[in-house]
């Protein structure tokens, strides 16, 4: 049995000019086995961020549901954390703050030398230790992603749904993050859902990346599996020679076929 | 040091400001060319007599202009306390339903625009006592901006923070105080400002007006001994109370304020 279950999801949008609802994507089905580490890619507008979000709860799909773990979504929950591509850091709570109020809100018998143990622990994981007191505006875009990792990674959920996470952090620093990432995937066994439009992204972190094509009624059109053994780094993936047959079939995809496909 | 330099010139031209006008009163003023209005002088003289006791107390219509000021500023600490507390708690049930908010939006708007002296005589009607009306003049000029910016500032908190919280299925109480009024703080706080601004400059006429004990009744009541240096006096009082209110509001709002 899957963990995750998508079943023929369908998101309509209603229609701006009264030509009635548009449909963003139609009939979407996939599965995910536990700690599995799951991209999707494709163009913007595709809907690919409104699947994650229907996933996270955060909306409500047209048709179709969701199971998780054999349990319907029905809304967002701590068993779902999302990384969000704008942070979405409180601004007026420090580092520290930011996490703990994820911790409290997951574990509300514990004392709170305890949670404040747990969140120093995921602090110094994300090398956040220097900067627990200051206010997100005082950090980079890369730093205070971390920060939005180690308060998802925090509450330990069933999965972790990324949406572009990287896509507003410098390319130097974007790769350090990334193999952070990868760290604390391994160190935690998470299941992890990824949307992003960066092929080397998703070829460095997934065990498969799904292909959607470009909407309306949008679809997966492949699922691609990336057969290249882990542990992975972006120094040594380059050497190997399935690398580039899969980043050559995807942006492949991207530009020649995303637009035509057309599967029923 | 260039900002040093920047703002000891804004002092420097403060005080020349201060001075030309002094100066210009003083001209316009001096004998008996302002149609017996009084200058700078008489009024520092009579400040001074004010200054020297502030706090006597010779029965119930002839107290000290400190023990005047500070009824005063009771009747704001009250009737502002109140009408803030209210109207951010119904701010946030506005700002958090939209539904509701459009139906009574129009009508926040139509009853922001009274002036809360024009209420004045419904209230005197309604409570028959005019220390109360005076304090709920006072509530009612509170009332609105505030109840305006919290629900306006509520409604337009970034969707991220409120996905956030539910993710964190976070409880009513966390969700109002941990996240619903520090995300909407800067607005609530601006409209309290404002509320202030609005109950500060309502005092006054109401005070006048209903001879409840303040700085408004003392205006009034030397304009009636026909005592105009008292009256510039207590005018030039309530514009500087009214600044130190203000200055005492803006260091919450800085506390309060965070940069996105």
């Known amino acids: 049995m899957p963990y995750l279950a998508v079943n023929n999801l369908t998101k309509n949008f209603p229609g701006g000019n009264g030509n009635g609802a548009q449909c963003i994507f139609k009939n979407i089905s996939l599965e995910m086995q536990k700690g599995e580490f799951i991209s999707i890619i494709g163009h913007s507008g595709c809907g690919k961020s409104t699947l994650l979000n229907i996933v996270a709860g955060l909306d409500t799909p047209s048709e179709g549901r969701v199971e998780l773990d054999g349990k319907v979504i029905t809304g967002p929950g701590l068993d779902r954390m999302v990384v969000f591509q704008n942070f979405a850091l409180m601004p007026w709570m420090t580092v520290f703050e930011n996490i703990r109020v994820a911790v409290t809100a997951a574990h509300k018998d514990w004392s709170v030398k305890k949670v404040d143990d747990w969140v120093q622990k995921y602090i110094n994981m994300v090398g956040l230790t220097y900067a627990e007191n200051k206010k997100p505006a005082a950090l980079s875009g890369g730093m205070r992603q971390r920060v939005g990792l180690a308060r998802a990674f925090s509450v330990e959920p069933k999965m972790l749904l990324l949406d572009e996470p990287f896509a507003q952090i410098d390319a130097l620093t974007r790769g350090t993050i990334q193999e952070e990432l990868v760290r604390m995937w391994n160190e935690t066994g998470s299941t992890v859902f990824m949307v992003t439009h960066d092929v080397d992204e998703a070829i460095l972190l997934s065990d498969r990346i799904l292909l959607m094509s470009a909407g309306p009624e949008a679809q997966i059109a492949e699922s691609v599996e990336v057969a290249i053994p882990r542990p992975r780094s972006r120094s040594t993936i380059i050497e190997q020679s399935s690398y580039y047959v899969i980043r050559n079939h995807i942006i492949r995809f991207l530009v020649e076929r995303a637009h035509k496909e057309v599967t029923v | 040091m260039a900002a040093l330099v920047k703002q000891k010139n804004s002092l420097l031209l403060s005080m020349v400001i201060l001075a030309v006008f002094l100066m210009l009163w003083h001209l316009l003023t001096i004998g008996g060319t302002g149609q017996g209005l009084p200058g700078p002088v008489p009024v520092l003289k009579t400040a001074m007599e004010f200054i020297r006791h502030p706090f006597y107390d010779n029965g119930p219509n002839d107290k000290g202009i400190g023990i005047l000021t500070l009824y005063s500023m009771g009747r704001l600490v009250f009737g502002f306390g109140s009408g803030v507390v209210v109207a951010i708690i119904f701010g946030v049930v506005l700002g958090l339903n939209r539904t509701i908010f459009r139906a009574v939006n129009p009508y926040i708007q139509i009853l922001k625009s009274i002036s809360p002296i024009a209420w004045m005589p419904l209230l005197l009607y309604s409570v028959k006592n005019s220390g109360i009306t005076a304090l709920l003049v006072v509530f009612m000029a509170s009332l609105w901006p505030t109840l305006a910016n919290t629900s306006f500032g509520v409604a337009n908190i ?61 205006v009034w009541n030397e304009w009636n001994n026909l005592s105009l240096t008292s009256v510039i006096f207590a005018i030039i009082l309530i514009g500087i109370v009214g600044v130190i209110i203000d200055f005492g509001l803006n260091k919450i709002a800085e506390r309060i304020a965070f940069v996105d």
Do not use: C
């Open chain 2, 158 to 218: 970034k969707k991220d923070y409120m996905h956030v919280s539910s993710i964190l299925q976070l409880n009513w109480f966390s969700r109002l105080f941990k996240v619903v009024l520090p995300a909407a703080g800067p607005t609530i706080i601006a409209g309290m400002r404002i509320s202030m601004g609005s109950a500060w400059v309502a005092i006054v006429p109401a005070e006048a007006l209903l001879g409840s004990l303040g700085l408004g009744y003392f």
